[in-house]
Each structure stands twice: as structure tokens, then as C-alpha cells.
């Protein structure tokens, strides 16, 4: 009984070994998992700020767009006020009256 009993504790002593190195190789991809997700952290984070820089871009465009877009209509309206300024005076005094005007 003396020998099984040396047998269990050999076992157990390469069973404890195996249990050590497989703990160790466990925190080592633990480690490397955790280096990765801070990895992926930090370029969320700039993706984030890209998208916000996007979207700041993006505003500043539409705004520059209603701009332009209330400067023509301003334009078109300034046109058509000449046009009928024009329309007025050539009913009057003909083209040549109108044009002396511009």
C-alpha cells in the first residue's frame, strides 16, 4: 500500500505541475486578451473622434448650403424686381428708356 500511496502523490504532484503551467499560459493569453481590448478601446475612441469631427464638418456644410441657398433666392428675387422694373419702363418709354436706366 506504501507504493500506491507514492503512486497517488507522484500523480498528484504531475497533476499539480500541469495545473501551474496550464494557470500560467491561462494569464498569459489573459494578458495578451487585455492588451487587445485596450487596443480596441483607444481606436474606438478616435473613431469616435473622427465621427465627431465629421458631423461638425457635416453641420457646417449644411449651413453653408442654406446660405448659399437664401443668397440665390435673394439674387433671384433682386432679378425679378429688375425685370419688372424693366418690364414697367419699357411699357412707358421703350427699350431705350429702360436701358438708359442700367
Same mark, same amino acid.
Given at each position: 500500500?506504501?507504493?500506491?500511496? #507514492?503512486?497517488?502523490?507522484?500523480? #498528484?504532484?504531475?497533476? /499539480? $505541475?500541469?495545473?501551474?503551467?496550464? %494557470? *500560467?499560459? @491561462?494569464?498569459?493569453?489573459?494578458? %495578451? $486578451?487585455?492588451?487587445?481590448?485596450?487596443?480596441?478601446?483607444?481606436?474606438? *475612441?478616435? @473613431?469616435?473622434?473622427? /465621427? %465627431? /469631427?465629421? #458631423?461638425s464638418l457635416m453641420e457646417e456644410k449644411e449651413?453653408?448650403?442654406?446660405?448659399?441657398?437664401?443668397?440665390?433666392e435673394e439674387k433671384e428675387k433682386e432679378e425679378m424686381d429688375l425685370r419688372?422694373? @424693366? *418690364?414697367?419702363?419699357?411699357?412707358?418709354?421703350?427699350?431705350? #428708356? $429702360?436701358?438708359?436706366?442700367?
Amino acid at each position: 500500500w506504501v507504493e500506491s500511496l #507514492a503512486q497517488v502523490v507522484r500523480t #498528484a504532484r504531475a497533476s /499539480e $505541475a500541469k495545473a501551474v503551467s496550464s %494557470m *500560467g499560459i @491561462l494569464q498569459g493569453d489573459k494578458l %495578451m $486578451a487585455e492588451g487587445k481590448l485596450r487596443q480596441a478601446e483607444w481606436k474606438l *475612441g478616435e @473613431l469616435r473622434e473622427r /465621427e %465627431m /469631427e465629421f #458631423a461638425s464638418l457635416m453641420e457646417e456644410k449644411e449651413q453653408r448650403e442654406k446660405d448659399l441657398l437664401k443668397r440665390l433666392e435673394e439674387k433671384e428675387k433682386e432679378e425679378m424686381d429688375l425685370r419688372n422694373r @424693366l *418690364g414697367e419702363k419699357d411699357k412707358r418709354g421703350g427699350f431705350a #428708356a $429702360a436701358s438708359r436706366e442700367l
